[in-house]
């Protein structure tokens, strides 16, 4: 049983525009979600966090936006570049993170 | 700037061969993790340790030993290793249990044959 989804194995997308991720989570004990992205041959690197208590966070060009009724997060990044592309992961939770299969975005230029 | 060390970074096992992966930190994190990842299933936890002295079973523990030696360094260890263990192993630290961002190594490739 996931917990954590991420539907859409990949995304292509052309440089400049947004690239639009998603994520849905079936636990509503759920109060803290963070993205990570995967480059090959290395390890996930911590892109941005959110709180259930807020419902949008930003840091630079990524927003992550979070819908707690329909248990829904989305990464946006704005403008998309080449070295976007990477694998990104959504995880859920606190003392031990529960990660989603992951979305391969391809930036295209 | 180490960060999470993981070593060796491939390795090749016969069926019921053991082996140790070794992980180090060099962050002065209380927390640390072992994950495995397989194609299309993303990261899963197969043990953690909140804190030196102290180590937990995750979502997928069987098959594997940790050791958590000192604050620094958690190593997973593989009795049997079986060819259901092919597989790329992540280590990482967490410095905050509750707000939990965890830094990650690069990784180890492990093939059972």
């Known amino acids: 049983d996931q917990q954590v989804k991420q539907n859409s194995p990949s995304l292509s997308v052309q440089e400049g525009r947004i690239s639009i991720l998603n994520c849905d989570y079936t636990?509503?004990?759920?109060?803290?979600f963070l993205w990570y992205k995967k480059y090959p041959a290395e390890g996930p690197t911590f892109l941005i966090s959110i709180s259930s208590i807020k419902d949008k966070n930003e840091d630079g060009r990524f927003t992550v936006f979070l819908n707690k009724s329909a248990k829904h997060l989305s990464l946006h990044i704005v403008p998309s570049q080449p070295g976007d592309s990477a694998v990104y992961f959504c995880a859920a939770g606190r003392r031990q993170l529960t990660f989603g299969s992951g979305t391969q975005l391809t930036v295209l230029p | 700037n180490a960060g999470v060390t993981q070593t060796p970074k491939f390795q090749v096992l016969k069926t019921g061969q053991s082996m140790t992966l070794q992980c180090a930190q060099d962050m002065n994190h209380n927390s640390m993790y072992w994950y495995r990842q397989d194609p299309g299933m993303g990261l899963r936890l197969i043990y953690y340790?909140?804190?030196?002295?102290?180590?937990d079973k995750g979502e997928v523990p069987n098959g594997y030993n940790v050791s958590r030696l000192n604050k620094r360094e958690f190593s997973l260890r593989l009795e049997s290793a079986a060819p259901s263990q092919t597989s790329v192993y992540f280590c990482?630290?967490?410095?905050?249990?509750?707000?939990?961002?965890?830094?990650f190594g690069a990784g180890t490739r492990l093939s059972v044959l």
């Open positions: 340790s909140a804190s030196e002295g102290t180590t």
């Open positions: 636990n509503s004990m759920f109060d803290y």
């Open positions: 990482a630290s967490s410095g905050n249990w509750d707000v939990n961002i965890q830094y």
